[in-house]
């Protein structure tokens, strides 16, 4: 066994910031109190077991080494240790990591073996595993494999439910944090690490609230479940103790700080600190380097920091282009700290993506709050699925009816057992790093929407809940991290959903425009009336069958089954009407001439509105908005007499009127198309029956509604990105987001350069001779061949990014074989392929090449050679038959200079952008659109670019030339 640690972690630092004390004195304890305790049956004759393998899967890797003890009471009383022998060597990285070598297996046992000798020395008794679902899934492809235990634990949610508020669950780290012995990646070390860990998680889920145990283990007592057996048995100490969710929750926010932060708007001024103070922060021996010993000063990063700081002291905003390398978080993050700091104020940054807020939330603000005197406060908010509705969970934790899921039930019982002991433990918190499968679990069941939420109905509002808690505590914080769609929503919500933050960064502000148009659109889908009909129910099912039954019984019971009654007939009436309405878009589509390979987008303009067609589909329309009215009315009415006399009972009749009423109001919008504020539209799925359809409301101008309702509550936004200017121009960003509406001197816009040589490492390539897409047999051959020399020239890693399917599916069943024969690996985005998994595998293997589609023109990260060429065959421009830009043409003569050409060269600095992500980074831009070089507004796209020269190449050498440049710079950095 190896040696105990000789120091262990201080508590403090061991759990999440914000941990009460009474959670952070138990666990403290915790380590002593696990020697002392007794805990009988369950810790007799338990088998703790892990093993190593050759990789992470069990199709394509082999077991190398299996360990088991047998664990009674305290100590372990039988071993079982042996290494197996694969099929194949063991990868040298995992030799390494191991310390397993191939002589240690030379002679040991095949898996087959091992597996039955494991099988006899369980014995069939419970097994306990640190992620056991690794463990057991390689165990049992063996054959033999299944007749090991029927009984697996997984300590790994287990300790999640145990100990709620670790900073990490590896068993590496509780054995560290506890005092265990030592984890070494050996799978004996591993085991008896675990043998201790193991009684350390049964102290601390006796520790858990009263009752809590019993409440899970008589939760669904139909589901077979795992944990069930322990957590009832821990539950006998206090048999007749009742678990109480408010009182938990009260205790767990009890020592906040109830005071929030100053609105700017009641502060006479702002005390800005000066800018010699904000260089001094990023020169030698200043905050930057405090933070980052290897900092180096860049010039870029203190003109914007000054930037940001001038623009604060003047309550005015800025629009700044910072190319890569510049450090723009750094940036913007001391002076907006600094101010919220001297002013008592919060101040907010918005990001596009989750990538760049949680490198904000768990790098930069950490190091910033450890170098500021007296710290900083700061808090993530984020929208309202990604935290637990604690009502849908009490309901759900005692519902009698059946679990819904298309998977293992049980881990929806342990989804709810990780969130009830989080909650119990956490003032705030999201779902985000519970490690729930939600693969297995439906999400709906544990979380709500805005229009979904009970608030002032609800027993947790506001204080106990973790949505609104969160905004509470946002109040409190010196700065806010959220997305642009939240921000966004928050626009459309007058403010009520975050706090009154009057100086924001918005962070990856090129995607803000198509942002707030997604988040402000008014959708009525198939889908979602679908889903809303489907939870009311009737008689016998859904929200209304519920209240039939609950209802039945009680005093007025005649008054109350007479509203149920008319809800229920007015939805059976209103659910016929919509889908009738659905179905008729659906024909009405096919009279519509309207691209799209398989998602049709018809322009609902003023052509298509005196058509006949469109008449017979608006009478349908009329029908179903005057069955939604009748609908909203009756579920009003039951929710308003609820309300007085059993007021828990009005939560979801009440957010069912809600949603009907959005039904009935969006419909009523976009069949009347009287609003010129919006651009209408209908989405058809042609590869469905039936499904998919969707009638669509989305405002023309956001920078008119950002004028008109954000930017004048709004003191100061810096809006930045690497890719906002169009040939050293803002005119269109500043269009886009409605600062060309402000007085003159409210803003300022400036690009400063990349701290990159792009100049060096980046060349752009025009192959100009490509023939006309409109003659598509000979451009699909030129660019076939085009494809395959790059290819073969870069030796992989080439990413190719299309503006449709067709041609890239085409292309890629032509020109993957003919790689596959030059030894070189092409992967597809192809329908319900996983975005996710294709980056992953492109990021992990260095030579493979990719054709992709839209979500990897940007926020797509690759940096060294894992990434050396990027390839654009087509210019991005939108879809002449898009609703959007058909509106735009009807309404301005030069609507596709003003806004599609710009759309389509930010894009493409975009993708340019996915080449250099580091200072050592080289890479090529194959632009193959002949376009480029034949149209005038070739140029814009080339002098937009972050490198200012290019070459023009004949398709056919283009080849040739990658090759040379290719070994060029190789030979550089060799």
């Not at 007799?44 to 394509?60: A, K, M, R």
């Not at 409109?774 to 699909?780: H, L, S, V």
Request: charged share 25%.
């Amino acid at each position: 066994m190896p040696e105990q640690h000789e120091s262990i972690p201080a508590i403090e630092d061991a759990v999440m910031p914000g941990t009460p004390r009474f959670v952070i004195e138990a666990y403290r304890t915790l380590a002593e109190r696990a020697k002392e305790r007794e805990f009988g049956l369950i810790e007799e004759d338990v088998v703790i077991l892990d093993t190593e393998t050759t990789g992470l899967s069990p199709q394509e890797n082999e077991l190398i080494e299996i360990s088991a003890a047998v664990l009674s009471g305290r100590e372990i009383t039988d071993r079982f240790d042996t290494f197996v022998h694969p099929t194949t060597l063991i990868p040298a990285e995992i030799t390494e990591l191991t310390g397993i070598t191939n002589a240690d297996v030379a002679h040991a046992p095949d898996a087959r073996t091992a597996v039955a000798q494991l099988a006899e020395f369980v014995g069939g008794r419970p097994v306990v595993a640190h992620n056991a679902t690794f463990d057991r899934t390689f165990i049992e492809s063996v054959k033999g494999g299944v007749d090991v235990s029927s009984i697996w634990i997984d300590s790994l949610a287990l300790s999640r439910i145990a100990l709620p508020r670790l900073a990490s669950h590896k068993l590496s780290y509780i054995a560290e944090v506890f005092g265990c012995s030592a984890v070494s990646h050996r799978a004996t070390d591993d085991v008896d690490a675990l043998a201790g860990v193991w009684r350390v998680l049964l102290t601390a889920l006796a520790d858990l609230p009263e009752g809590l145990l019993g409440l899970l283990a008589n939760s669904h007592p139909d589901v077979p479940w795992t944990y069930r057996p322990i957590f009832s048995y821990l539950a006998q100490e206090k048999p007749d103790a009742v678990f109480s969710l408010e009182a938990a929750r009260t205790r767990v926010i009890s020592d906040e700080s109830s005071v929030e932060h100053m609105d700017a708007d009641d502060m006479p001024s702002l005390e800005v600190p000066r800018r010699d103070q904000v260089e001094a922060s990023y020169a030698p021996g200043g905050l930057v380097s405090s933070m980052y010993p290897t900092y180096e000063s860049r010039a870029e990063q203190v003109e914007m920091a000054c930037e940001v700081r001038d623009a604060l002291a003047t309550s005015t905003h800025r629009v700044i282009e910072a190319g890569t390398g510049v450090g723009k978080s750094m940036a913007y993050l001391i002076p907006f700290a600094e101010v919220a700091k001297r002013n008592g104020i919060t101040v907010g940054i918005a990001t596009k993506s989750n990538n760049l807020a949680d490198q904000l939330m768990y790098h930069e603000l950490p190091k910033l709050s450890e170098a500021l005197e007296g710290g900083l406060s700061y808090c993530a908010l984020k929208g309202f699925d990604h935290y637990p509705c604690l009502r849908k969970l009490e309901r759900l934790v005692r519902s009698r009816s059946d679990i819904v899921t298309t998977r293992d039930p049980a881990d929806t019982l342990t989804a709810m057992a990780v969130i009830y002991a989080y909650v119990c433990q956490s003032p705030s918190g999201d779902l985000d790093a519970l490690g729930i499968r939600w693969k297995s679990v439906n999400r709906q069941d544990l979380t709500t929407g805005s229009r979904e939420c009970a608030r002032r109905l609800c027993p947790f509002f506001p204080h106990k809940c973790l949505v609104h808690g969160a905004r509470i505590r946002a109040a409190r914080a010196d700065v806010v991290v959220t997305n642009h769609s939240l921000l966004f929503r928050n626009v459309a919500a007058d403010g009520k959903i975050l706090p009154p933050i009057r100086h924001w960064v918005v962070d990856e502000a090129h995607a803000v425009e198509k942002e707030a148009r997604r988040q402000w659109a008014v959708c009525v889908s198939a889908d979602d009336s679908r889903q809303v009909f489907e939870r009311m129910g009737g008689k016998d099912a859904g929200v209304l069958g519920r209240l039939s039954h609950e209802l039945a019984g009680r005093d007025g019971s005649t008054l109350y089954m007479g509203l149920v009654s008319r809800c229920i007939s007015t939805a059976n009436r209103a659910s016929l009407t919509m889908a009738e309405a659905f179905s008729g878009a659906r024909e009405f589509a096919k009279t519509v001439r309207s691209g799209g390979y398989d998602q049709v987008n018809i322009w609902i303009g003023p052509e298509v509105r005196e058509s006949d067609d469109w008449s017979f589909l608006a009478s349908s329309l009329l029908t179903a908005i005057d069955a939604l009215e009748e609908t909203v009315k009756a579920l009003h009415a039951l929710a308003e007499n609820l309300a007085q006399d059993s007021p828990e009972l009005a939560a979801d009749p009440a957010d069912l009127e809600r949603r009907v009423r959005e039904l009935f109001d969006g419909l009523k919008l976009i069949a009347e198309g009287t609003d010129d504020r919006y651009v209408y539209s209908l989405q058809v799925n042609r590869r469905l029956r039936a499904g998919g359809e969707a009638f669509t409301a989305e405002r023309l101008d956001i920078g008119e509604t950002l004028a008109e309702q954000w930017l004048p509550e709004v003191h100061t936004a810096i809006f930045t990105s690497a890719t906002m200017s169009v040939s050293g121009g803002f005119k269109h960003f500043e269009h886009a987001v409605g600062l060309d509406r402000l007085p003159s001197g409210s803003y300022k816009s400036l690009h400063l350069d990349s701290s990159y040589d792009f100049e060096s490492n980046m060349a752009v390539v025009v192959a100009g001779d490509l023939p006309d897409p409109r003659n598509r047999d000979a451009y699909i051959s030129a660019l076939e061949d085009l494809l395959f020399d790059v290819h073969v020239a870069m030796s992989g890693s080439v990413l190719t990014l299309f503006t449709n399917r067709r041609d890239m599916e085409e292309l890629f069943d032509l020109v993957a074989p003919r790689l596959a024969a030059e030894g070189l690996e092409l992967a597809c985005q192809k329908r319900m392929s996983s975005p996710r998994r294709l980056r992953d595998h492109f990021v992990s293997e260095k030579s493979s090449s990719l054709f992709a589609l839209k979500a990897f023109w940007e926020g797509f990260d690759a940096s060294g050679d894992t990434l050396r060429c990027v390839v654009i065959p087509k210019l991005p421009f939108a879809s002449p038959t898009d609703p959007l830009s058909c509106e735009r043409a009807l309404r301005e003569e030069r609507a596709w200079a003003r806004y599609s050409l710009p759309d389509a060269v930010l894009e493409v600095k975009q993708a340019a952008g996915r080449l250099i992500r580091s200072s050592s980074d080289t890479g090529v831009l194959v632009l193959a659109d002949s376009r480029l070089v034949s149209k005038g507004y070739g140029k814009k796209f080339l002098n937009s670019l972050p490198t200012s020269s290019y070459q023009r190449i004949e398709a056919k050498r283009v080849g040739a030339y990658l090759s040379l440049w290719r070994r060029a710079h190789e030979h550089g950095r060799s």
